[in-house]
């Protein structure tokens, strides 16, 4: 029997607005990713990729459509079916264009908080973060605040956050924006091991084409539709 | 892992100005409390020492402490014929303000009821209770009058035989102890000039009237001293302080000198509350209203600091809602904020209160029941100043992290 995919998502709209200010960002999306794939989703601006990366991501409730995540329905048209803070941080992961980290916390207490807002004791929660920054090397910044960290070690530490939790499903939002070309790479091939070494399903939204190869999947959003490109490997 | 410790860690110097200056406002509103206890300790202090089971005062006024009463100093010998009176003392008080080494010098006089009373009673931190009937006085030393110190009041020196410490009267001047006789004289003190004039108007007044023209003996008696005269009032004193026999039925001693219709009796507790009534209670009120509004202001600005914290790291709480954080974590690490704001401000008050209100002029005393109010308004008033920054927190959209 195939798992459950790590996020569905049928018939998906979401307008903003009513009446004359009505706009529609998502039309009629549906898509389905796998345990373990990673998938790209490019697009221009205003297209609706963002609407639709927020609405997997449970901050956005959309208009009408379902969304299920790891075999489970979450989301009903604008009606949450669970604890929404509760099953992301059992479940998801997010990754932004700024790292976002918590200027107060060190790399560690940072990846340490996603531990601890999900019940794990301070103590396991600590040896777990060390070893996520040590996967993603960054292990000997951990006591530094993120001040003190370059651009691609804060993005390193916010993907250990990411996946501090063991997320069925990790949402980044044009995670290399701010990175130069090969540490933009790096982190994209950062992505794609942890997809296949975690087995989590990975959606990246990103403008940056010189990346495609990672990618299992390519998806093109406009003008609030999925429009699925190809298989970047085949 | 404490979010509150850390943050304010990142932020120490904001946090400890802050501090700094909530600890200045707590510490003017602990002095408040205690300048009001200061005034209760302070009005009460004599009555209190004194040690006198019954008042006897002029009769249909509040006694001394409320306003002027005056009885005849032989008084004392008609109470002490009333059985179950084991002592009766005259009471002699009034401040008088002179010169001394070219300051003022305020002090409140009292006189003691010589021999019977010498001070003993007194604690003294230095010298002796009085041993003559004349010439000695005991000070307190907040007149910074050392021992065997002599000052003139009126025309007699008196030296300084004892010491006592914290003795001062309800408007805050030391006092100052001789025998009653010695009280009276300073109180009735008269310069040569004046005794002289009286003395011819005395003269005047008796060769005006038909009686004196008949009798010149009574012209010598006019000009002569006033204790020679027995037409005239004889000496007056404030009150007369009771003492009654171990044993003896209070409620009936009583019954029997309120029947004297020239006099009122009241207990030392009766004594004290009009005390408290007539002169600290304004003073209360006053006190206390400046104590609320420091209070509601301490409380603004915690609110407005918390507030500005919370409005800083608003895409942080919003990343922690995003990552799943509980309502209880995000408003933990506020109220905390605010608790440990206002914790750190009490304990700073706290301290600095140790050394600055000593220096204060007037008594400023902190009880431990004050501080454990002060500490338990302070937990409220953080608690109420860090609703606000929990108001803002909890409306924070998760996407707002997305808004950069």
């Known amino acids: 029997m195939n798992p459950p995919p790590a996020v569905e998502v049928t018939h998906l709209r979401k307008v903003y607005g009513s009446g004359h200010t009505e ?42 459509g379902q969304i299920h995540i790891g ?4 989301m ?30 060190t790399a560690l207490e940072n990846v340490q908080i996603a531990l601890e807002v999900n019940d794990v004791a301070p103590k396991p929660a600590c040896t777990r973060a060390m070893e996520l920054l040590e996967y993603l090397g960054v292990g000997a910044r951990s006591n530094n605040l993120p001040v003190a960290l370059s651009g691609g070690e804060q993005q390193r530490v916010a993907v250990a956050r990411a996946l ?13 924006a701010a990175l130069d070309g090969p540490l933009g790479r790096q982190v994209m091939e950062l992505f794609a091991k942890i997809a296949h070494e975690k087995n989590a399903g990975v959606i990246v939204v990103t403008h940056d084409h010189r990346t495609l190869d990672v990618f299992d999947r390519i998806l093109d959003v406009e003008d609030g539709m999925i429009q699925v490109r190809s298989s970047s490997h085949g | 892992m404490n979010l509150a410790v850390r943050d304010i860690r990142h932020n120490a110097g904001r946090f400890a100005f802050t501090s700094v200056g909530i600890g200045l406002l707590l510490m003017i509103v602990m002095g408040m409390g205690g300048i009001y206890r200061g005034l209760i300790h302070e009005a009460t202090l004599l009555v209190d020492r004194v040690g006198a089971d019954l008042w006897i005062v002029q009769g249909n006024t509040r006694g001394p402490f409320a306003e002027v009463s005056r009885i005849p100093a032989n008084l004392e010998d008609r109470v002490r014929a009333v059985p179950g009176v084991a002592q009766t003392r005259r009471f002699v008080s009034h401040t008088i303000q002179r010169e001394h080494q070219g300051k003022p010098l305020r002090m409140v006089v009292q006189g003691l009821s010589w021999p019977e009373d010498g001070g003993d009673w007194l604690s003294l931190v230095a010298g002796r209770p009085l041993r003559q009937a004349h010439y000695e006085m005991i000070a307190d030393e907040s007149l910074d009058l050392p021992l065997g110190t002599r000052i003139r009041l009126g025309k007699d020196f008196y030296q300084i035989v004892g010491l006592t410490r914290g003795m001062v009267g309800t408007s805050g001047d030391g006092l100052t102890f001789f025998t009653v006789s010695d009280a009276m004289a300073i109180q009735f003190d008269q310069p040569g000039e004046a005794l002289r004039l009286e003395r011819a108007a005395r003269r005047a007044r008796v060769e005006a009237v038909d009686t004196g023209r008949l009798q010149p003996l009574l012209l010598d008696r006019a000009v002569g001293l006033t204790s020679g005269i027995p037409a005239l009032a004889p000496p007056q004193v404030s009150a007369v302080m009771v003492t009654l026999r171990p044993g003896a039925d209070v409620a ?24 408290l009534s007539g002169m600290v209670d304004k003073a209360k009120r006053q006190l206390g209203l400046f104590r609320a509004l420091l209070i509601i202001i301490s409380t603004i600005i915690i609110a407005l600091i918390i507030y500005t914290l919370t409005l800083d790291k608003i895409r942080d709480i919003a990343l922690l809602k995003l990552i799943g954080a509980r309502n209880s974590v995000i408003g933990g690490l506020i109220l905390q904020q605010a608790l440990l704001m206002g914790s750190f401000g009490y304990g700073l008050a706290w301290w600095i209160g140790q050394y600055a209100f000593p220096k204060f002029p007037r008594l400023v005393l902190i009880e431990p029941s004050d501080l454990v109010s002060l500490a338990i308004i302070v937990v409220i008033i953080s608690t109420l100043a860090s609703l606000l920054g929990i108001w803002k927190a909890m409306n924070v959209e998760p996407n707002t992290v997305l808004s950069a």
């Open chain 1, 71 to 74: 075999g489970k329905p979450v």
């Open chain 1, 76 to 105: 009903d048209g604008p009606r949450a079916l669970v604890d929404l803070r509760a099953f992301r941080r059992q479940h998801l992961g997010f990754v932004f264009q700024k790292a976002n980290l918590i200027p107060f916390l």
């Open chain 1, 23 to 64: 706009i529609v960002a998502m039309r009629d999306a549906s898509l389905s990713i796998a345990p373990g794939e990673i998938v790209g989703m490019f697009g221009p601006s205003g297209s609706g990729k963002s609407t639709l990366l927020t609405a997997m991501a449970l901050i956005n409730p959309p208009t009408s």
């Open chain 1, 164 to 176: 501090a939790n063991n997320p069925s499903l990790i949402l980044a939002d044009e995670p290399t």
């Open chain 2, 252 to 275: 009936s001693v009583r019954r029997t000198l309120s029947n004297w219709p020239d006099i009122t009796v009241y207990s030392t507790q009766e004594q004290k509350d009009l005390l």
